[in-house]
């Protein structure tokens, strides 16, 4: 109990210390200065844009997308097509989830500049989310190729990496990347050290896991990812009102579908489930809203039909519906899960193969592969060797 | 319970992450911005030409590392062991290469505890007048390095026949080598059969009025402002404008082949047989991280930094959007490039200031980047091969007499220079707008003489092997060849023209 009145102390004083401007809120403000005093100058609605899209990932909240774009509405009526725009474009409709889109308009512009390692990124960004991993690969190489050892082309290459498998090689770039930003980078630091949280996470190391998360709240208070990420540890530490009180905390930063569900089940190992239930009763509604949208929660709802409401078939239904729009190791985890729960084994089995097969360290792929893998009476084991597995 | 760990997309702030990288915007002498970043590995020239003096070899020469300032102590200018410098051959006409020559360079330091590189008739160091052995005590510095032939079999042959190879110094001036000329003879090696090899620094052997053509083509009105009169254009031996190059230095490799060597079949051919004609280029290569399996392990390979084929490609034809793309792909893959080459931007900024062009897609300019006439008279339509930018040397003309080399080449009826080749001698800033202006399509109709003034290299090359000039003295030289300084020695007191 101790141990909880402390926790919740220093979660207090993180809270309570002054609001500093975030990098996004300077450039919000500066683009709208220059706005002001240069209203036809196209590029600044550009730089509007890119801080806003910016703001929306310091605050997870997509309603800045919806400005972003509303920003560069004003900078195309000025400058149709304008390149910069296209750019910060396609970033907001990755933000948006909107990939495949996101992926026409980064490879226009990447024939148009080959030399914008950005662009590159946005390949590679969008490739890795539709599970094109080898076009990603590509993309990323070529960041690293045309500037090397450049920070964007690192982190991108300890993304890929986490998904191949290759964690110790992961988390060296994601540190160098980290290394390589400046200290007033904030959300951008914060969020490459909840990813090296992650990376520790998945190597099995908490007590740097728990180091990494609590630095990146440190570094940028009442992020969003650094709460889930210390939530994440609480969980491994099996401290679960703690982890509750991170997620319940998150939730009100930001009220995401996807927030939710993980709030709910936090209640649920907590033993809160009462609570549980009506938060994702809630989280349900909201899911459903967005099911249809390209920032959904479909991922979530699968596992929540499957896992606590017992709803297979209504797993399945929105897990076909996000195989149509992607086909990352996560999405297709998803989709063996709610075959599997379904009852067809030899789709379920052939679908997590996919994922398995790239090496992924996931533990809820690994999981899943090691039921279903039961189920049809195999073992893990021979599941990895069977999928070709080449992590390391 | 499980436990849904948290991954919550990819996205990163990229634009913030590129931005915060170390990046930095800058004649080949640096011309994209990644061996602007990148000096050791920047490409300034690259040559190849069948010999004068052995009519049965070829020449290549691949200069690196521009506007090295002599006086620039106290290490000077050593080759990066970081970096595979390579010449390829590609001679089937694929725009693959072939025959690969690899060099690699390793640096040695002789004398922790002196403080400069070299040192000699000082403190009882005699002077530098060896490259190793007697005579070598002043090289702190040293570098040595290996030749290997790759064929496209993947067969390697150490070309060193045994020996150790030194690159040359730089000239640091007369009291520490007080006979730099025969220092460098030393540096010149007899490889396997009959080739020869030479590496080291040398006076730049480029000539451009740089400053002129950067700010915005504004050529200098006393060397017709970027039109030649025919007296200064029928001058082969002679500056009218300042040549930025001089007084710098470069590193250079030289080697000489066989031409046997780098023929798909092994044989020499007449000029009018297609397999007479080689495609040629130059690259240097750094390791680089691999993202993930497909690109080699989790480690490092080797990834090209630059290539250079014929002069002024990627400063003149290729977008300032697509530059590090192209000087890190492979030749064979520039059609993608096509557009820069078939519509090209500075005919279009010719036409603007009322120089005559043709109009596009310029087909003419394709022999510069496929195997066709006039280099290839033997290849037909089928034989052109992708769009690569290569130097293409058709191996079975022979090498034109001293007395009758033009600057302009091909364009003066001289066959044995650019873009059959390209020669140290090869006024190609001069060879390349012409071509860009549309000379290769009717020197009646587009044939304007367009030129900077500068006609010449600031020291003439020598007529032996390596060709190249030893490196301008550290203590006794200048860039005494600028706006309003000398170096026009036909001009009043041999000053350069400022305007």
């Not at chain 1, 082309?153 to 300890?158: D, E, H, I, P, Q």
């Not at chain 1, 990347?177 to 959300?187: I, M, N, R």
């Not at chain 2, 989790?298 to 014929?310: E, H, S």
């Not at chain 2, 007395?403 to 001069?430: E, I, Q, S």
């Amino acid at each position: 109990m101790n141990r909880l009145f402390l926790f919740l102390l220093v979660l207090t004083c993180l809270s309570s210390m002054v609001h500093a401007e975030t990098p996004a809120e300077a450039g919000i403000r500066v683009a709208e200065a220059q706005i002001a005093k240069s209203p036809d100058a196209y590029q600044y609605y550009n730089d509007l844009a890119l801080a806003l899209a910016r703001r929306a990932r310091e605050t997870c909240d997509a309603w800045y997308y919806r400005k972003a774009g509303e920003a560069l509405a004003r900078s195309f009526a000025i400058a149709p097509e304008n390149f910069d725009g296209l750019k910060v474009r396609t970033r907001v409709l990755l933000g948006q989830h909107e990939f495949a889109k996101a992926l026409d308009l980064a490879t226009r512009l990447n024939k148009q500049t080959p030399d914008d390692i950005v662009i590159y990124g946005y390949l590679a960004e969008a490739s890795e989310e539709l599970g094109n991993y080898k076009e990603a690969a590509t993309a990323a190489q070529w960041m690293l190729r045309i500037r090397p050892g450049n920070a964007a082309g690192l982190a991108v290459a300890g993304e890929l990496r986490e998904v191949f498998g290759y964690i110790a090689p992961a988390m060296e770039v994601t540190r160098m990347a980290y290394d390589l930003t400046p200290g007033q980078e904030t959300q951008t630091r914060a969020e490459l050290l909840v990813r090296m949280a992650r990376l520790n996470l998945l190597a099995g190391d908490v007590p740097k896991a728990e180091n990494y998360a609590i630095t990146a709240l440190d570094v940028f208070p009442g992020y969003p990812d650094g709460l889930a990420a210390l939530a994440e540890v609480r969980t491994a530490q099996q401290r679960y009102d703690e982890a509750v009180i991170l997620q319940r905390k998150r939730c009100d930063e930001a009220p995401r579908a996807a927030h939710l569900y993980a709030l709910g089940e936090a209640l649920t190992r907590a033993g809160q489930k009462a609570e549980a239930n009506a938060v994702f009763a809630e989280f349900e509604r909201k899911a459903l809203a967005e099911s249809d949208k390209g920032d959904n929660a479909n991922r979530e709802l699968i596992a929540w039909y499957i896992d606590f409401a017992n709803r297979p078939a209504d797993a399945l239904r929105i897990a076909e519906k996000e195989i149509a729009r992607r086909h990352d190791v996560f999405t297709i985890d998803s989709y063996a899960w709610a075959l599997a729960a379904t009852g067809d084994l030899p789709r379920a089995s052939l679908e997590i193969q996919k994922a398995v097969a790239t090496g992924v360290k996931d533990p809820q792929i690994l999981r899943h592969a090691a039921a279903i893998a039961r189920r049809l009476g195999t073992t893990a084991g021979n599941m990895g060797e069977l999928f070709g597995g080449q992590g390391k | 319970m499980k436990q849904l760990l948290l991954r919550p997309g990819v996205a990163i702030a990229l634009a913030t992450l590129a931005a915060v990288s170390p990046q930095v915007f800058a004649a080949s002498h640096r011309e994209a911005p990644i061996t602007a970043l990148d000096q050791k590995a920047d490409i300034t020239d690259w040559f190849a030409f069948v010999s004068p003096e052995h009519p049965d070899r070829v020449v290549m020469i691949l200069d690196v590392d521009p506007f090295l300032e002599p006086s620039n102590g106290p290490n000077y200018f050593p080759f990066d062991p970081g970096i595979l410098y390579e010449m390829k051959i590609d001679n089937n006409h694929d725009g693959h290469p072939d025959v690969t020559f690899q060099f690699r360079f390793q640096t040695t330091i002789g004398q922790p505890g002196v403080f400069t590189g070299f040192v000699g008739n000082l403190a009882g160091i005699p002077p530098i007048t060896a490259l190793s052995g007697p005579g070598a005590a002043g090289l702190s510095l040293s570098q040595t390095y290996t030749v290997t032939m790759v064929m496209a079999s993947g067969q390697t042959t150490n070309l060193g026949a045994g020996q150790t190879l030194y690159a040359v110094p730089t000239n640091v001036g007369p009291r520490t080598m007080p006979n730099y000329p025969a220092l460098m003879q030393q540096g010149v090696y007899s490889l396997t059969s009959d080739a020869r090899v030479f590496a080291g620094t040398i006076a730049d052997p480029f000539f451009i009025d740089l400053g002129a053509a950067f700010d915005s083509l504004n050529f200098r009105q006393a060397a017709g402002g970027g039109v030649l009169s025919a007296a200064v254009d029928a001058d082969d031996h002679n500056n009218y404008a300042p040549n930025t190059l001089a007084g710098y230095n470069v590193n250079t490799i030289v080697l000489e082949v066989p031409i046997t060597w780098l023929t798909s079949d092994g044989q020499t051919h007449t000029a009018g047989d297609k397999q007479a004609v080689i495609g040629t280029w130059g690259t240097t290569s750094r390791q680089q991280t691999n993202v993930v399996p497909g690109f080699g392990e989790i480690g490092t390979t080797w990834a090209q930094v630059q290539r250079m084929g014929n002069p002024l490609i990627n400063e003149l034809i290729i977008g300032t959007g697509s530059k590090d793309k192209f000087s890190t792909d492979d030749p064979w893959h520039d059609s993608q490039f096509a557009g820069f080459f078939l519509n090209p931007l500075l005919a279009t900024i010719f036409s603007s200031i009322g120089i005559p062009v043709p109009s596009g897609p310029r087909t003419d300019l394709l022999p510069l980047v496929q195997y066709q006439a006039p280099i290839c008279p033997g290849c037909g339509p089928g034989d052109a091969g992708p769009i690569a930018d290569l130097l293409r040397l058709n191996t079975g003309i022979p090498p034109t007499a001293a007395a009758n080399v033009k600057r302009l080449a091909v364009l003066a009826g001289d066959f044995g220079g650019f873009p059959n080749g390209r020669r140290l001698t090869d006024d190609v800033v001069d060879i390349a707008a012409r071509c860009v202006a549309g000379i290769l399509v009717s020197a009646t109709k587009y044939g304007t003489p367009i030129g900077d003034g500068v006609n010449t290299p600031a020291v003439a090359p020598s007529a032996t092997f390596p060709f190249v000039a030893p490196a301008n003295s550290g203590r006794n030289s200048a860039h005494d060849a600028g706006p309003g300084l000398p170096g026009c020695p036909v001009l009043t007191g041999s000053i350069c023209p400022v305007n």
